[in-house]
Antibody, heavy 121, light 107 residues
Framework: QVQLVESGGGVVQPGRSLTLSCAAS????????MHWVRQAPGKGLEWVAL????????YYADSVKGRFTISRDDSKNTLFLQMSSLRAGDTAVYYC??????????????WGQGTLVTVSS | DIQMTQSPSSLSASVGDRVTITCRAS??????LNWYQQQPGKAPKLLIY???SLQSGVPSRFSGSGSGTDFTLTISSLQPEDFATYYC?????????FGQGTKLEIK
């Protein structure tokens, strides 16, 4: 069965860096685009970043552009999110999500359990 | 960016009730509209994609409709496990934006 397992969250000081990982299993990882979505405590969902199935295209929310980098290692079935210059506003649960598709329709059909990032001094 | 606006933000209902949640896009998104359910402390779960296609394994009491800018999610007969927060999301263009959520509570 499809599984996505995030890791790497924790408490980090403002201005510092952190890298999140998402280990995928149960499907052909290299065939799917992958996303990061975050949720601040008590708030709604915010899309963060997208990487195409082959890694050639990457897109970011304006709120993280220039600070976050999405990448993937298909040999290890793992998705990454490198976060730098972290701010208090980046505090959230970070989810990785698979982009499912049917014909021309796209959606997040599988999600990880999330990993909490807390930016605080 | 496309703005997604859900209404209501919260809703109280009873088991067995029929409820409808509305989602409006700031511009036409064709049928690129998905619905998710999120239980407290859990990851979101896909319910409906492409406005009205039911995701595999999702009970048939959930249905979606709409196209263009106006969409609805309907739960025909609420069950205890349906009390959760619901989000719409457009996948028409990047950034893929979500509505602010509708919290469905027990009356």
């Amino acid at each position: 069965q499809v599984q996505l397992v995030e890791s790497g969250g924790g408490v980090v000081q403002p201005g510092r860096s952190l890298t999140l990982s998402c280990a995928a299993s149960g499907f052909t990882f290299s065939s799917y685009a992958m996303h990061w979505v975050r949720q601040a405590p008590g708030k709604g969902l915010e899309w963060v970043a997208l990487i195409s199935h082959d890694g050639s295209k990457k897109y970011y929310a304006d709120s993280v552009k220039g600070r976050f980098t999405i990448s993937r290692d298909d040999s290890k079935n793992t998705l990454f999110l490198q976060m730098s210059s972290l701010r208090a506003g980046d505090t959230a649960v970070y989810y990785c999500a698979r982009e499912g598709y049917s014909i021309s329709w796209y959606y997040f059909d599988y999600w990880g359990q999330g990993t909490l990032v807390t930016v605080s001094s | 960016d496309i703005q997604m606006t859900q209404s209501p933000s919260s809703l109280s209902a009873s088991v067995g009730d029929r409820v409808t949640i509305t989602c409006r896009a700031s511009q036409s998104i064709n049928r690129y509209l998905n619905w998710y359910q999120q239980q407290p402390g859990k990851a979101p779960k896909l319910l409906i994609y492409a406005a009205f296609s039911l995701q595999s394994g999702v009970p048939s009491r959930f249905s979606g409709s709409g196209s263009g800018t106006d969409f609805t999610l309907t739960i025909s007969s609420l069950q205890p496990e349906d009390f959760a927060t619901y989000y719409c999301q457009q996948s028409y263009t990047t950034p893929q934006t979500f509505g602010q959520g509708t919290k469905l509570e027990i009356k």
